[in-house]
């Protein structure tokens, strides 16, 4: 069974720094496509950062520059490198991996940008 658990995050002023991680089990990272996702109060999940099978990056428009999606083959874990952060930043960002056909979801880790 796949096993997505997440950790990192917390609370930084704006243009502070923040990592996300997550730490899979069951299947391998650097195997398929993962990606993150982000969820603010009020509104719906939108993916923020994928890389695939390939090693392909892609970032929304909103973070290109400030956010960075990396995978540990090692640690079988996947980053999110967040940057110069800004409040409309603050959500609760999953992590999300396909996997023999089925997409496995983390637990969710807050992520809060506030003066």
């Known amino acids: 069974q796949v096993r997505l658990v997440q950790s990192g995050g917390g609370s930084v002023q704006p243009g502070g720094s923040l990592r996300v991680s997550c730490a899979a089990s069951?299947?391998?990272?650097?195997?398929?496509?993962m990606s993150w996702n982000r969820q603010a109060p009020g509104k719906g999940r939108e993916l923020v950062a994928n890389?695939?099978?390939?090693?392909?990056?892609n970032y929304i428009d909103s973070v290109k520059g400030r956010f960075t999606i990396s995978r540990d083959r090692a640690r079988n874990t996947l980053y999110l490198q967040m940057d110069n952060l800004k409040p409309e930043d603050t959500a609760v960002y999953y992590c999300?991996?396909?996997?023999?056909?089925?997409?496995?979801w983390g637990q969710g880790t807050q992520v809060t940008v506030s003066s």
């Open positions: 999300k991996q396909r996997w023999k056909g089925r997409d496995f």
């Open positions: 069951g299947s391998i990272v650097s195997i398929g496509s």
């Open positions: 890389v695939t099978g390939d090693g392909i990056r």
